[in-house]
Nanobody, 125 residues
Framework: QVQLVESGGGLVQPGGSLRLSCAAS????????MGWFRQATGKERESVAA????????SYADSAKGRFTISRDNAKNMVYLQMNSLKPEDTAVYYC??????????????????WGQGTQVTVSS
């Protein structure tokens, strides 16, 4: 089992940047594929980005391509989401999630077993 804690959210102006972090504990972090998802008020949860257990494979939702970068540091049990050129439509609660034993960077939320509590990102002037 793994516990996940997100941080790094906040208020940023359109065009700005944020880096979200997710700290994992409780199990062997490198055994888990990781993903970032988000949910805006009144909307369904959607995928953002994913990374395989060794970091060799990444996937991005169309909304994130070219602006967001997912990365991980298995020595520190951390996964990151660097978000650049932020838009008001990126406003949401961002969640970190883990799925066991896979070299696939999946964007399918139902494949993830463990979830953090989320961190709020607000993009507004």
């Amino acid at each position: 089992q793994v516990q996940l804690v997100e941080s790094g959210g906040g208020l940023v102006q359109p065009g700005g940047s944020l880096r979200l972090s997710c700290a994992a504990s409780g199990s062997t972090f490198s055994n888990y594929g990781m993903g970032w998802f988000r949910q805006a008020t009144g909307k369904e949860r959607e995928s953002v980005a994913a990374i395989s257990w060794r970091g060799m494979s990444t996937s991005y939702a169309d909304s994130a391509k070219g602006r967001f970068t997912i990365s991980r540091d298995n020595a520190k049990n951390m996964v990151y989401l660097q978000m650049n050129s932020l838009k008001p439509e990126d406003t949401a609660v961002y969640y970190c999630a883990a799925r066991g034993s896979t070299g696939v960077a999946s964007l399918k939320s139902y494949e993830y077993d463990y979830w953090g509590q989320g961190t709020q990102v607000t993009v507004s002037s």
